[in-house]
């Protein structure tokens, strides 16, 4: 599930070295408790390369429309998310008009609709969020710190940012629509002249609204200028256009085993923006007793179909609607905020020092040895970069919130986002907090390790 702009990427490296030696950690992987709230998201991921104009999702009613079947009759209210993620490309080499990512919203009621924007993020991959490379943790408490779009998207919207390009409330008058974003992926003076632009928009609407994202080229003035399309061009381009393309692969039906998966990409309607868990012994418990010293356990993270790590859970949100050559599930969960808390307890006698890491051992289904495979030196292929919240209190006992930006390759091990030095008897709050980015490969595990006595 890299996305297409790594993929190019990486096909320009030297080809792959040999994998390194599998490591086997003992220890035990539990399903993450709690599950995904029921707020809908919009989520626009398919075609993720746009090379031609269209409808990239729609929740439209399909009545009046020149081509009903691209349109899923899902209004919103209340509580949703827009999630967005769409890859541009010159095609042919020499074509350098620019791709204009837009998306509208449409109040169908007899009364005006408030829309209001909670918190909003939009970038491209050039030139706000290149692809570099970073070092596998680092300190990230400004946001400065990210690599490609969906990474940096998803650092603002986890501090509650607004980028200032979104009011904070749109009008819609009764009938009317309005656009929501008219963004540009430029392409020109790029090497290679491919781009990609990630988006989260969280919003509260107090009355029913229709959402849709559209591609369309940039018009061009008479004097040779681009310009974006207006509010009557996106209008008509919804009511008499067609699905975008190229259509991504097909995806393999779910209960089909028989073959190798085909995830596929995600366009239509999601159930759940959050999973909030309380990881706790078991669900009557109020604590987290620690591993036994020089022992870990771990819980999945956005575990997906043939992915559960021994667990049998697949976290991947269930769509409400959507498009049939599209994802049967939100396979990766991207722009899904994880909220876990972790009430440690040492119940042992002795002083003991506790991590919690987030790691990305290799993806298994049934864990075929007694424990997760990590590689001795972690593979090229980078699974996650990503900004995780970690809150606990510190040795003098002062709450510390920490924002830790995480680079990991396929079976990396990881480093602990916390160490703490906890005395026998000792209970100590660990909060951990993220948004699982586009741009990375699920599942990973979120791993409470005793190191032993800490004196």
Do not use: C
């Not at 490309?89 to 837009?102: D, I, M, R, V």
């Not at 607004?162 to 540009?184: A, C, H, T, V, Y």
Request: hydrophobic share 35%; charged share 15%.
């Amino acid at each position: 599930m890299l996305p297409l702009l790594l993929n190019f990427l990486l096909a320009q490296l030297t080809p792959a070295t040999p994998p390194p030696e599998e490591v086997v950690q003992p220890q035990e992987v539990r399903p993450l408790p709690g599950k995904l709230d029921k707020v809908p998201t919009f989520n626009s991921n398919s075609p993720e390369l746009v090379l031609k104009e269209g409808i990239l999702l729609s929740t439209f009613p399909p009545n009046g429309k020149k081509v009903p079947t691209a349109h899923l009759n899902f209004p919103f209210r209340g509580r949703f998310d827009i999630f967005a993620h769409h890859v541009a490309k010159a095609e042919p080499p020499e074509n350098f008009q620019s791709l204009y990512l837009g998306i509208i919203l449409y109040n169908p009621g007899s009364k005006p609709v408030k829309v209001n924007i909670l918190q909003a993020a939009s970038y491209l991959s050039q030139p706000d969020a290149p692809f570099i490379e970073l070092p596998s943790f680092s300190q990230n408490p400004l946001g400065t710190v990210f690599a490609g779009p969906g990474d940096r998207v998803m650092s603002d919207v986890l501090r509650g940012q607004r980028q200032n390009i979104f009011p904070d409330q749109i009008e819609i008058p009764p009938g009317k629509s309005q656009m929501l974003l008219n963004l540009p992926i430029p392409v020109k003076g790029l090497i290679p002249p491919l781009n990609g632009r990630s988006s989260l928009i969280r919003l509260w609407s107090n009355g029913n609204v229709y959402a849709a994202s559209l591609a369309m080229f940039a018009r061009v003035n008479p004097d040779g200028s681009e310009r974006a399309p207006n509010l009557e061009e996106w209008q008509n381009l919804l009511n008499n256009g067609d699905l975008s393309g190229p259509r991504d692969k097909v995806p393999t039906p779910l209960e089909d085993t028989s073959k190798p998966i085909v995830y596929g990409r995600v366009a239509g309607v999601a159930s759940g923006t959050q999973w909030r868990a309380l990881l706790v012994d078991n669900p009557k418990a109020r604590y987290l007793t620690i591993p036994q010293p020089g022992q870990a356990f771990s819980y999945g993270l956005s575990t997906v179909h043939r992915g559960t790590l021994g667990t049998g859970q697949v976290q991947s949100a269930t769509m409400l609607v959507r498009y049939p050559d599209t994802a049967y599930r939100a396979h990766g969960n991207y722009g899904i905020q994880y909220s876990l808390k972790l009430p440690l307890y040492n119940n042992t006698q002795n002083p003991q020092t506790v991590s919690v890491s987030m790691q990305t051992p290799l993806k298994e289904d049934q864990l075929v040895k007694p424990g997760l495979r990590f590689f001795s030196t972690p593979a090229r292929q980078v699974l996650f970069r990503g900004t995780v919240r970690v809150h606990y209190k510190n040795a003098q006992g002062q709450p510390q919130t920490e924002f830790v930006h995480l680079v990991q390759k396929q079976g990396q091990a990881g480093e602990p986002l916390v160490s703490l030095k906890m005395k026998a008897g000792d209970r100590s709050l660990v909060e951990v907090d993220f948004l699982y980015p586009p741009d990375a490969t699920p599942p990973q595990v979120l791993t409470v390790s005793t190191q032993g006595e800490s004196r």
